[in-house]
Every structure is written in C-alpha cells, then in structure tokens.
C-alpha cells in the first residue's frame, strides 16, 4: 500500500471519528439540556410559577416530546388552573407508560373534574388487577356513578372503597354525599350533620361545602346555597367554577350581591384565559350570545387570542348567525397547527351564506390541511355532523374508514349515513373498499354480499361472501338471512326457509332481516308468513331497492 493512500486512510478515519464524537456530544448535550429544564420546571411548579414552569416544560417536549415526566408535569399545571386541557395531557401520560395505574387514576379523576364520562369510564376500565381492585379504584368508580346521576351505584361503590380504606375521610364524605338525598329523613339528616362537622380548617372544608351547595340547591333553598356558596368561594382551595356556581346562585336569588361579584369575576378574567372562559361560557347561557361576545372584545388581546377564549367567541357567531363576521374573525386568527379548523368555519359560514361553491373548496382545504392525521379528521367529522353540514362530514368520515380501517365506528356511522339518505351505490363502493382492505373481515362480507345481491351485481362473488359469512357465524341473524337470501335467488328454496325457520321472534323485529325472511317464505309458498314479514318490513327504514322488492312482493 502506498504512503498515499496511507495518508488518505488516516485522514478519513480522524473525519469519521470527528463525526461520532460530534454526534454522541450533541446527543450528551441535549440530555442535559432536557435535564436541566426538567428540574427548573419542577422548582417553578413548586414556587406555583406556572408561567416559568410552563416555559421550561414546552423546552422539555422540544428536545423529547416523549419525557413522561414533562407530560405528568403540564398535566399537574394545567389541573391546577381547572384547565379541560389537562386531560388531554393525562391521555399522553398514561399512553407513554401503561404499566403504571397511578397515571389511570389521574387521568379519571381529571376526566370527572371536568365531566368528561367516556374518557373516565374508559381509564378505569383499563385497569387491572390489584389496582382494579383498590380503594382508589372504587372511590373513583363511585365518583363516575354519581356523576352520570346513579346515586345507588355510588354508594355502593363508595362503601366498597371506605371498606378498603377505612381511614380515608375523603370517601367518608362522598359516601355521606350519596346518602344526603335518601328517601329516609333520618339517613339524610345524618349525612347532612357529617359534612357540616368538618372543620374549617380542614382542607376537606371544600368539598364538604360543594356537597351542602348542591344539597340545598336541589332542595330549592336558595338561602342556605347562597350562605354554603358565599363560605366556600372565600377559600382559596375553590376552584373557578365554584365562583361561577356562586355567581348563579346569587342571580336565581336575584341578590343585591350579583352586580358586585360579577364584576369582580369580570376583573379576574382580564388575567386568566380559563377564568375567561369560564364566564364567558356561563354568560352565554344566563345574559346571550350577544352580550358575551362583546364583553369577551374588550378582554386584553392576549386573553382574546387564548384557544379557548377564542373558540368561545366562534361559538357566540355561530349562535348570532353572524357568517361574515365568523368569516373575518377566523382569517385574524393565528390557529397554528389546526388551520384546518379555521377552514371549517369558513366553509360552514359560505355555506350559511349560500355560496356553496366558496364552501366547497373551503372544505376541501380544511381536509388537506388536516393532512389525513386520525384526530384532525375525526375532528372535522365532528364539526361537520354538529353543524349539520352532512356532505362535508361524509367527507371526512370517507376519508377516516379508507385511512384508519380499525376505526369501525368511521365506517358505521358513514353506511348509516347513506343509509338514511338511501344511497346504495355509496354504501356498497365503501364497503368493497373496506373489504379489499381487510378481507377478514366478516361482518363488512356479509354487507357487501347483501348489498351486491339486492343490486343484483357481481353475484357469483356475492353468493360467496354471504356463505363465507355465515360459516363463519351461524349464530348471526343478520348473516342468516342474508345466506339464505343469497340460497333463495340460487333457487335454494328448501334449504333457505329451513335457514329461516331458525331465527327468533326477535330476530325479525329488524327491518331488512323481516324483509328476506318474507322473500323466502313467499319463494318457498308460504304466503301467509311472507305478508306479515314484508307488512313488518315496510314499516322500517329500508334501501330504495329494498321498499321496491318489499312492495313487488306484497
């Protein structure tokens, strides 16, 4: 080997040694950096600075957006504020580590905070084990059950819970809660005595006199709300919606008290974008639209620009039907990463105004700026149904089913869709899709043979699909009447009324499953049974190939 290419070796190899360690001392450095503003989040979350902390936090996520640590931590700060936000954050938590329980326990205890039920219900189903069967556990569960207003539920939960842990004060004072509305005076009465002797001193004085507000409120006692209320928000574990409840208590009352502490309300909200929200929220149902969105110009233009303020102030448009106002106010905003969502009130106000066209192409742009992401889209599909745009959330459901094929409720609540409009040809273009996609699919075969064979198209491959579906599932009425359907147009007469003859009264309360069932019976020659299906039939919500069979039938 020559000196030459010695040399050349040689240089090469510092060059590639330079690039590693120059690579390994970024990779050092960042750790550290994440470090470091991890344990400077911490200090200002302790010192209750959530302006720093939450700075040092979003430096955290730059560096590693999967720190579970820093998701727990936004998560805490965002709950300390009574932000709904911090449910999400609990939802990240609990997804980067699912071997820890205490992170389900913290996302359902947010959840009920903010009344949000399914994702509760859905954190503590995802429990198991020995956390499944702790204390926590059905202290929450109680917490769930009288949220949804099951008070019997409740209790019960919570004896299981004080059982579990008999020294928490907490449950003791949720159970009591459960038993204040008893039929029996004397359990009432007791349950009252327990939650007015907590001391006011003691940090469980809060919830004691959230429980005595409700109370009384549900007995219509206005004043003994007011004076539970008045004691309750003048501590400072209350949250803001404690002070917004109190604001409510005091204009039932009509209380000369009202002007004043709504004012003071006003005042708190020019330095909070939840408390903002808060109000605004409230004022929007006791004083209107109008006024709240007035009220809500004048807030400083960084409460204004704070997502959930902003979204209010979409709401009271929409309400006042005010398209080009909504129009102008959107393309003011700066929607960061959900540009989509502006796009979406463009394309509902053009369509307010009429200008379908101008709506369309709106719609169009908020789908590719949603850039086929599974929570923009279902979003977007949300936002369409709820203000009743229906081609647009078919749109969006379309495109959910073909990218996101395991989000069976996109597919079902799209074939439901055509299904009310009557649109068999769209029903069955998305289900041949879906099955190309999954061919295992049984319940999308048994569809799509049905489909296929009330169009009379490609009936070899319908044939086929229905008996591979009901193979599969004997036990499926709807599978049954479609096979035997499939059997009939064979001229399988015989076989397909034996298939019949199986199914349960029940079974034929379903429109299209009495439907078949009296196409088979009149095939086989038995007239009587098939008028009374086809009668039953015609009284449901059938396909327009459906009626017409039903109709030539009868």
């Known amino acids: 080997m020559s000196s030459g290419v010695k040399k050349l070796l040689i240089i090469c190899g510092v060059l590639l040694l330079m690039a590693v360690g120059g690579w390994f001392g970024r990779k050092s450095y960042l750790k550290v950096a994440e470090r470091r503003s991890l344990e400077e989040a911490?200090?200002?979350?302790?010192?209750?600075?959530?302006?720093?902390?939450?700075?040092?936090?979003?430096r955290v996520l730059q560096l590693n957006p999967v720190n579970i640590e820093a998701c727990?931590?936004?998560?805490?700060?965002?709950?300390?504020?009574?932000?709904?936000?911090?449910?999400?954050?609990?939802?990240?938590?609990?997804?980067?580590?699912?071997?820890?329980?205490?992170?389900?326990?913290?996302?359902?205890?947010?959840?009920?905070?903010?009344?949000?039920?399914?994702?509760?219900?859905?954190?503590?189903?995802?429990?198991?084990?020995?956390?499944?069967?702790?204390?926590?556990?059905h202290e929450l569960a109680g917490a769930l059950a009288w949220s949804l207003n099951d008070p019997l539920k409740a209790e019960k939960e919570f004896e299981t819970a004080l059982r579990l842990s008999p020294t928490n004060e907490l449950v003791r004072l949720n159970l009591a809660r459960t038993r204040l509305s008893s039929t029996n005076p004397s359990v009432s009465a007791n349950a009252r005595e327990m939650l007015l002797s907590v001391p006011s001193g003691s940090p469980l004085r809060v919830f004691?006199?959230?429980?005595?507000?409700?109370?009384?409120?549900?007995?219509?006692?206005?004043?003994?709300?007011?004076?539970?209320?008045?004691?309750?928000v003048e501590l400072r574990a209350a949250y803001p919606t404690d002070r917004i409840a109190h604001l409510e208590i005091l204009r039932k009352g009509n209380s000369p008290e009202y002007g004043k502490c709504r004012n003071e309300l006003m005042v708190r909200a020019t330095n909070s974008p939840n408390e903002a929200f808060l109000l605004g929220r409230w004022m929007i149902g006791a004083e209107g639209p109008k006024a709240t969105v007035d009220w809500l110009h004048q807030l400083p233009a960084e409460i204004q620009t704070n997502q959930p303020v902003t979204l209010l102030i979409v709401d009271c448009y929409i309400a006042l039907k005010e398209w080009e106002r909504l129009i102008e106010f959107s393309r003011g905003q700066r929607w960061e990463g959900e540009g989509y969502y502006g796009m979406a009130l463009e394309a509902l106000a053009y369509r307010r105004l009429e200008k379908n066209q101008n709506g369309s192409a709106?719609?169009?742009?908020?789908?590719?700026?949603?850039?086929?992401?599974?929570?923009?889209?279902?979003?977007?599909?949300q936002l369409?149904?709820?203000?009743?745009?229906?081609?647009?959330?078919?749109?969006?459901?379309?495109?959910?089913?073909v990218r996101f094929p395991k989000e069976k409720w996109a597919a079902d609540q799209l074939i439901k869709n055509f299904y009310a409009e009557g649109n068999t040809s769209a029903i069955r273009n998305l289900l041949a899709r879906l099955s190309s996609a999954d061919p295992e699919d049984i319940r999308c075969k048994n569809n799509l043979a049905s489909i296929l064979l009330l169009q009379k198209m490609e009936l070899t491959k319908a044939h086929q699909l229905a008996e591979e579906a009901y193979r599969s599932s004997p036990g499926n009425a709807f599978f049954v009447s479609t096979y035997a359907y499939s059997l009939s147009l064979q001229g399988k007469n015989v076989e397909a009324a034996?298939?019949?003859?199986?199914?349960?009264?029940?079974?034929?309360?379903?429109?299209?499953?009495?439907?078949?069932?009296?196409?088979?019976?009149?095939?086989a020659g038995n007239k009587s049974a098939a008028k009374q299906a086809l009668g039953r039939a015609m009284t449901g919500k059938l396909l327009p190939e459906e009626v017409e069979l039903a109709r030539t039938a009868l």
């Open 208 to 232: 004691s006199l959230r429980s005595l507000v409700s109370d009384a409120m549900g007995a219509n006692n206005l004043k003994a709300a007011t004076a539970y209320s008045r004691e309750l």
């Open 42 to 58: 911490r200090r200002y979350f302790a010192k209750n600075d959530f302006r720093q902390a939450g700075l040092c936090l979003q």
């Open 362 to 381: 709106s719609w169009q742009k908020a789908l590719r700026l949603a850039g086929g992401g599974l929570e923009r889209l279902k979003k977007l599909a």
């Open 384 to 401: 369409a149904t709820a203000w009743g745009l229906q081609g647009e959330a078919n749109e969006a459901l379309q495109q959910l089913a």
């Open 72 to 137: 727990r931590l936004t998560a805490e700060m965002l709950d300390k504020v009574d932000s709904a936000a911090a449910i999400q954050w609990r939802v990240r938590t609990a997804k980067l580590e699912t071997n820890n329980p205490a992170h389900l326990f913290e996302l359902a205890q947010t959840a009920l905070k903010h009344r949000d039920h399914r994702t509760a219900a859905a954190a503590l189903n995802s429990l198991t084990g020995d956390a499944r069967g702790s204390g926590k556990y």
């Open 498 to 523: 034996a298939l019949m003859e199986g199914l349960s009264a029940q079974d034929l309360e379903s429109p299209s499953i009495a439907l078949y069932y009296g196409l088979v019976q009149l095939q």
